[in-house]
């Protein structure tokens, strides 16, 4: 789909207003994880601090460690968005943004100059683009929620022809 952004700068506004209107707040998990109950900590009262013990190298035990991740290493489920940008060109310019979850976003630009895109997702929805030694395109992927994957490869072939592929 040709989107042609350079020559209208009130579409891009109004597509910014639609992309700001259908985000959903933003929400973050605390970092701070309880280990004491709030009423044992209440009740029980501060000890002194014992004096250290200093022990030779020979009186060291062994001990049996295990390993627990934490929550900040721990593999989260795939509830989040991922979007990645690879440009290897000049003067390049690539937005994306996703307002649902799960969706994965894939923009490559390899040897372009001046080329603009733009990828919008709404939810759940994956899309793969790549771009191989274009120069001043303008590329707009709106992809509402639910909707089909997109895997697009659009190259500047050495006869000057333009090739897409999907």
């Excluded at 009740?43 to 627990?68: D, E, G, L, W, Y």
């Excluded at 649902?100 to 040897?111: F, K, M, R």
Aim: proline share 7%; net charge positive.
């Amino acid at each position: 789909m040709y989107f042609p952004l350079k020559q209208s700068r009130l579409l891009c506004g109004v597509l910014a207003g639609i992309l700001v209107g259908q985000c959903s707040p933003l929400l973050a998990e605390t970092a701070y994880i309880a280990q004491v109950s709030r009423k044992a900590a209440d009740s029980a009262p501060m000890a002194a601090p014992r004096p250290v013990q200093s022990m030779t190298a020979a009186q060291s035990t062994s001990r049996q460690m295990s390993f627990a991740p934490t929550p900040e290493t721990a593999v989260p489920g795939r509830k989040g968005n991922f979007a990645q940008t690879i440009q290897i060109g000049n003067a390049n310019q690539v937005f994306q943004s996703q307002s649902g979850g799960n969706n994965v976003s894939n923009v490559g630009i390899w040897g372009g100059t001046d080329n603009d895109v733009g990828v919008w997702q709404g939810g759940r929805d994956r899309s793969n683009l790549n771009l191989i030694n274009t120069q001043g395109l303008s590329i707009a992927v709106l992809q509402p929620p639910g909707s089909a994957p997109l895997n697009v490869l659009i190259a500047r072939l050495p006869n000057g022809a333009l090739l897409i592929k999907r």
